[in-house]
């Protein structure tokens, strides 16, 4: 099993709700420290890993910007020891009946818990044989109603808790591949560095709470002010149920998303970069916000020039997301080839090609 | 009634972590073999694939003892592979009453193989707001074992479920009905003198009562007890009123049947079963009589009819991935019986 694998296996295990990353975070410390000069904190919990470049002082910097958080649930009412569960990000609700679940109980305990469908006789006559709206499923932790009284609260969180699942042909399957696989990504950059000599600052970024308002990338870039900034995210992998122009095949290459959330020429130097190091890629373009990081890095501060390497990702925002580990590690030699290439006076080459 | 505690529950975690799919339980079915064996008297394979037990009790003076089968099916609902699409995707059918709105997001296994699977769906993102609120129809759905994975067509698939203990409760994909399976083999294994005991071990229940039906024929019983799961919906509704309709409650204990929709039970059997109840002490409920079934329905109207009657363990969520049961109403279903066995004599079921 690639390294890599296991630390992915082991970043998608736990949990890391949108605004409560801390329990996935201390997995990415600890596996960035002897990857990085100094990992950092930021004032809203986003991890900063910082890699010293060899040139001269003062040193441009890049930040590659991966989030950290998961979407999830939340308890919104205790009736009878059963809970009710509101969204936190874009929770699909066809996909909750029947979903292995775990209760991170005010108490401090972590309750096993499946999300149940009530039946058709106790639901308004309007619900019943179709989609159930959120509002009418249940969290049943299998224990009596008292005990659920004393150890839950209105307002603690609900995660998948279905296990990691290797399918045939070197993909990884489960929860919150959407972005821990990019969190895979920016480490296999970060070993990929350990024996190459960069120039540059590195900022390696794990990001709290992209998925509700991007708050980590929003601060961390103004923060840390770098020269330019990369996201890496998942984007939607052909497969059964999307097969639109929208979908790129998964395991067969990064892509390097274009639109006016990028700057061309880091557009034009990674795919460049790519064809030089064959590494496949694809062209993923975005109309206007690319709802990743890239939006938020790209506005901050004075603007930064952004660019987003993309992997295909099957069946995002369900509990069982699929990715590539191929595509993984080819996004992250990508990005360590890129930044073992960023020279000096590069900022001062970026040139609108107008 | 014999000790009850980690022998069984580890019995039982055993048999729900198997998949044994209607027409393909050959997994469960070599766990009841493996148990049974040294217990039985005889023991057979039938055409159709269910075990057949016999235990001979001893009487006194060759007294006349009742010949009672035990039932409880070895099958559960899952998934058949019917077409292969290429690069590991592949179409599927249910077999048994599945809930769609209960695969889309789910792991599965193609048991026989061990290979992992998942059922997947289309992002959120690219859905409009109509399509978010509507489910994926069968056909719409796909498993998917990765760009290398390999299936045949007719493979069966269930759900990814570990069984696990929590607090008073155990959690599984197949309660329904392993737990029947698990108290059978219990009471074999500490079946009474003075009674024979014919254990049935079912298949493909869950597509029409089919083992239950040759297996009645093939024993040809003075009497029968089918022992299944039956649904709990004991939760709240959805404006706080009263639940009427809960068929039955968890923690209330054994569910004793007077009628569902395919058998109006034996009434001197389910009134015999809460005297025993009562006299012992042991809690008991009776499922709200209503729709549904057991395998009672094929048992009593099998040959010239067999008194028969049903006893669930309740659970929540049947036939979905995750299914809910106390640990107490399965100790308190193996009492009841193990108790009633005792105490069952000829005179039972003389005329009626």
Not at chain 1, 74 to 93: A, C, M, N, P, W
């Amino acid at each position: 099993m690639p390294d890599i694998l296991s630390f992915l296996k082991s970043i998608i295990s736990v949990s890391g709700i949108s605004g409560h990353e801390a329990p996935v975070a201390s997995l990415i410390k600890d596996k960035w420290r002897p990857l990085v000069n100094e990992v950092t904190t930021s004032r809203v919990g986003s991890l900063h890993g910082f890699k010293k470049g060899s040139g001269k002082s003062p040193r441009p910097s890049v930040m590659i910007a991966t989030h950290m958080d998961a979407i999830g649930m939340r308890v919104s009412k205790i009736v009878d020891g059963f809970l009710h569960i509101t969204r936190v990000g874009g929770i699909d609700v066809r996909v909750l009946p029947g979903a292995q679940v775990t209760v991170h109980a005010d108490s401090g305990d972590e309750l096993p818990g499946v999300i149940a469908m009530p039946s058709a006789k106790l639901l308004p006559e309007s619900e019943g044989s179709d989609v159930l709206g959120i509002e009418y499923l249940l969290v049943d932790t299998g224990l009596l109603p008292r005990e659920v009284e004393k150890k839950v609260r209105v307002g603690d969180l609900v995660s998948f808790a279905n296990e990691p699942m290797e399918l045939a042909g070197d993909v990884i399957s489960g929860h919150t591949l959407d972005n821990r696989a990019s969190v895979a990504a920016l480490t296999v950059c970060l070993e990929e560095l350990q024996d190459k000599q960069h120039v540059w600052d590195v900022w390696a970024v794990a990001t709290v709470q992209e998925e509700t308002s991007y708050l980590g990338a929003y601060t961390s870039a103004f923060a840390l002010r770098p020269q330019i900034a990369i996201a890496v995210d998942g984007t939607f992998a052909k497969g059964p149920g999307a097969g639109g122009w929208q979908t790129y095949p998964m395991g067969k290459g990064v892509g390097v998303c274009m639109g006016p959330n990028m700057h061309p020429f880091l557009h034009t130097q990674l795919t460049e970069l790519a064809d030089k190091l064959e590494i496949p890629w694809f062209l993923d373009v975005t109309t206007s916000h690319s709802g990743t990081d890239a939006y938020p890095m790209q506005v901050s501060a004075e603007g930064i020039p952004t660019a987003l390497v993309e992997f295909p990702l099957r069946y995002m925002h369900t509990p069982v997301e699929s990715v590539s580990i191929k595509d993984i590690q080819r996004a992250g030699r990508l990005l360590a080839a890129f930044i073992a290439g960023l020279e000096a006076d590069f900022v001062d080459r970026i040139r609108w090609d107008d | 009634m014999p000790p009850f505690g980690n022998p069984q529950l580890k019995l039982l975690e055993k048999l729900c972590n198997v998949i044994s799919i209607s027409g393909d339980e050959g997994e469960v079915r070599k766990i009841v073999l493996e148990e049974i064996k040294p217990y039985a008297d005889e023991v057979r394979v039938d055409a159709l694939g269910n075990v057949l037990a016999t235990r001979q009790g001893r009487t006194r003076n060759g007294a006349k003892r009742t010949r009672v089968m035990l039932d409880a099916h070895m099958d559960e609902v899952g998934l058949m592979i019917v077409a292969d699409e290429g690069e590991g995707i592949y179409r599927f059918e249910t077999v048994g009453g599945i809930d769609v709105r209960h695969l889309i997001g789910k792991p599965i296994y193609i048991w026989k193989t061990r290979t992992p699977g998942v059922i997947g769906g289309k992002p959120i993102h690219l859905m409009d707001a109509g399509e978010r609120k509507h489910k994926v129809p069968v056909d719409g759905l796909r498993i998917d074992l990765g760009p290398a994975g390999k299936a045949k067509v007719g493979d069966c698939a269930g759900f990814a479920t570990k069984f696990r203990r929590v607090g008073p409760s155990i959690m599984s994909k197949s309660i329904d009905d392993r737990i029947g399976v698990a108290t059978v083999i219990d009471l074999l294994k500490h079946a009474p003198s003075n009674v024979d005991i014919c254990a049935a071990f079912t298949v493909q229940e869950e597509i029409g009562l089919r083992g239950a039906q040759v297996a009645a024929q093939y024993f040809n019983p003075d009497m029968a007890i089918a022992i299944d799961a039956t649904p709990a919906h004991d939760l709240p509704v959805h404006d706080g009123g009263e639940n009427m309709t809960y068929n039955t409650k968890l923690g209330l204990g054994p569910a004793i049947y007077i009628a569902d929709g395919s058998t109006l039970h034996d009434p001197r059997l389910f009134r015999f079963l809460q005297e025993t109840a009562e006299a012992d002490g042991i809690p008991y409920q009776l499922r709200q009589p209503g729709g549904g079934g057991t395998d009672s329905g094929a048992i009593q109207s099998a040959l010239a009819g067999i008194p028969t009657v049903s006893v669930s363990v309740p659970h929540r969520y049947t036939h979905s991935p995750v299914s809910i049961s106390r640990v107490d109403d399965w100790k308190n279903t193996l009492a009841l019986l193990h108790a009633a066995l005792k105490r069952i004599k000829p005179a039972l079921i003389a005329g009626r």
